[in-house]
């Protein structure tokens, strides 16, 4: 075996503690946090005591912590764990996500590792992590809920396994790749998150989740309209969707990645040779694709908040169409408006150059105007009547509109890009749940 492979397997015997946490209860909350969190703090003083050359000190080496003679990697993964534990111990954390979050990083890593060994495809190595850690996340789950006695359904288990494996290979790509604490953190902070949100699952609904994002995952990376950092964002988006949302919420999302990753490839070479195109030869990465959903994606997370709160689910149904309709109005308008000639800027109507921040075309403002009415065409599917569709196809361009106003006002000299795609998002989505709220548009 390589290095890197021992090392991952040395990790995720490290990781196998985890079990200790949810057999660790005693009638003293002191006894019980120093047995939970003790076997990962004796794994960060050897980590740290260990002496550069010896055999464990080689086994668990990253090549940083040779350089720097101290085990840092093993000692952030140790402690980090070991925070996991207090909470789980002292603040509730559920103790099938504790494990979860540390045996999907620990595996998935052990996994990706392997894959890497064997083939140089970038694609099949994320697959490899992602699949390690979602088969370790839900034995490691199935094993804490039958020692524990918790009545969480095998589906629920799965969806976390899934999302926090996802999210893990998200963190990696685009931040770390090693399993330091701030990934830790954050993967189970997450899960804790969609613990607390989830509800019952059904076996189709989770069947369908997972068969459309390994479609839409490959699809994206195969036509090359997402890098692997962006087909993962999109691959989660698409999965919290699917299982918090629904069939019609992910037909909506679904339309916006297909539709506006196709429409970057649409005369590209015409584009280019204008110097409009779209940066990275069109390849959307994490802050794009969460720019342009991530409005959406709040609006999924806060339905079930919502109606603890006695909020219509409709208010935030239109939210997410609204803000998906605005996503994909912008896109269509930008790409097919950058191929006319005559732009002029939205605020003043004189002619401008192509490419100037804020500049419009008929063709593209139309072309963005198709493309809230193909989200609200879609939606209408998914149970929205016509006030519906009225609703979603206005939020979609006061956001396209927003978003070219902001480009004049605020691109550039304050926002980015995608800072200005986030607040036109954001503008849609609000627009539709005011209306909704405000009018009584049904679902």
Request: hydrophobic letters at 60%; aromatic letters at 8%.
């Amino acid at each position: 075996m390589t290095s890197p492979v021992r090392r991952g397997a040395a990790f995720a015997l490290v990781g196998t503690l985890a079990l200790v946490v949810p057999l660790a209860e005693t009638r003293d909350p002191a006894v019980t946090t120093l047995v939970a969190a003790g076997p990962f703090l004796a794994v960060a003083v050897f980590a740290l005591l260990a002496s550069p050359g010896k055999l464990l000190f080689e086994l668990f080496a990253r090549p940083a912590d040779r350089r720097d003679g101290r085990l840092y990697g093993l000692t952030a993964f140790a402690l980090s764990t070991a925070g996991l534990a207090v909470l789980v111990v002292g603040f509730g954390l559920p103790e099938h996500v504790f494990v979860a979050t540390v045996w999907l990083l620990a595996a998935g890593n052990l996994t990706g590792q392997v894959v890497r060994w064997l083939t140089d495809s970038p694609f099949v190595a994320i697959a490899g992590f992602v699949g390690g850690g979602l088969l370790a996340a839900g034995v490691a789950q199935g094993i804490t809920v039958r020692a524990t006695e918790a009545e969480v359904s095998w589906q629920v288990l799965v969806f976390l396994g899934a999302s926090g494996a996802l999210a893990a290979a998200l963190v990696r790509e685009t931040l770390f790749r090693r399993d330091d604490a701030l990934v830790v953190a954050l993967v189970a902070l997450l899960l804790w998150m969609l613990a607390a949100l989830t509800g019952d699952i059904s076996t189709r609904r989770i069947a369908v989740a997972f068969a459309v994002t390994v479609v839409l995952g490959y699809t994206a990376f195969a036509l090359g309209t997402a890098s692997i950092p962006g087909m993962l964002t999109g691959v989660l988006l698409v999965l919290l969707t699917v299982v918090l949302g629904g069939y019609g919420w992910f037909a909506m999302l679904a339309a916006f990645f297909a539709i506006g990753g196709l429409s970057t490839k649409v005369g590209y070479d015409r584009k280019a040779a204008r110097g409009v195109e779209q940066e990275n030869a069109g390849v959307r990465d994490t802050g794009n694709v969460l720019a342009n959903s991530l409005v959406a994606l709040v609006a999924v997370l806060a339905v079930p908040i919502g109606s603890e709160l006695g909020v219509r689910e409709a208010v935030f149904f239109y939210a997410f169409a609204g803000a998906v309709a605005a996503a994909l109005a912008d896109t269509l308008s930008s790409e097919i408006g950058a191929m006319y000639d005559n732009p002029r800027l939205i605020t003043t109507l004189e002619p401008v150059e192509a490419g100037t921040d804020g500049a419009v075309t008929w063709q593209g403002t139309v072309a963005g105007v198709v493309g809230a009415a193909i989200v609200a065409g879609v939606g209408l599917a998914a149970g929205a009547g016509v006030s519906g569709i009225v609703v979603v196809v206005f939020a979609g361009t006061v956001g396209m509109t927003v978003d070219s106003l902001l480009g004049v006002v605020l691109e550039g000299a304050v926002l980015g890009n995608q800072g200005v795609n986030f607040f036109a998002t954001f503008a849609a989505g609000l627009v539709g749940a005011t209306v909704t709220a405000a009018v009584g548009v049904p679902m």
